[in-house]
Structures are given as C-alpha cells and as structure tokens.
Nanobody, 122 residues
C-alpha cells in the first residue's frame, strides 16, 4: 500500500513537500511516480524516480521547481515542490511500478496511493 500525505493550502510562490510512504518489504524494488489531477483535466504524469534514485523524470511544467527523492530505508518517496503556482493545484498521487518509463501508461502502475490535495492560492 501507498499513502501520500503533506498536501494543503499554500500561497503562490511557496513550497510544499509531499511524502509517499509504502508498506511492505519490496518498496525498493519499485520505481515511484507522482501524478496529479485537477477537476476536469486528465491525470498528469508529473515525475518519477527509479528504484535506486539514479534516474529521474519530470514533466516540463515542473522542471526546476519540483524535486523527487527517496529513502528506501524508511520506504518513503518525497515530492518537494517549490515556487508553486495556482496551476499546480491538484490532487497528487504517488504510484509504484516495476517498469521504468517516462510516459504514461508506459509507466505501468502496479500500485496507486491515495491522493493528497494541494491548493495554491494566488
């Protein structure tokens, strides 16, 4: 199971760190991806981190602002979001995949986590 947390209300220009905690002993064998979905929009593949953290992917709209990291010792992946803009408002989901890819659905989801709402006010 995956559980995302850390969402909330933040002002434009601010920062927020989301966490994705996994249960189970095999977390380090999965790549982890972050997605987001706004009302009326399709779910967007925001970024991903490989099993060991040696590969990273970010969608263009968040490059230079968002950073994904992981700590396999505590089964946690982070999404650090800086310089937030209202367009970043969405429910954010973490996911786990045994297959690395930088597009979706090629990033084949084995597990979805519950989402966490991030609202950026202008």
């Amino acid at each position: 199971q995956l559980q995302a947390s850390g969402g909330g209300l933040v002002q434009a220009g601010g920062s927020r760190r989301l966490s994705c905690v996994a249960s189970g002993r095999t977390f380090s064998t999965y790549h982890v991806g972050w997605f987001r979905q706004s009302p009326g929009k399709e779910r967007e593949f925001v970024g991903a981190i490989s099993r060991t953290g040696d590969r990273l992917y970010y969608v263009d709209s968040v490059k230079g602002r968002f950073t994904i990291s992981r700590d396999n010792a505590i089964n946690t992946v982070y999404l650090q979001m800086n310089t937030l803009v209202p367009e970043d408002t969405a429910v954010y989901y973490c996911s786990a995949s045994a297959r690395w890819a930088i597009t979706y659905p090629a990033f084949n989801i084995d597990y979805w986590g519950q989402g966490t709402q991030v609202t950026v006010s202008s």
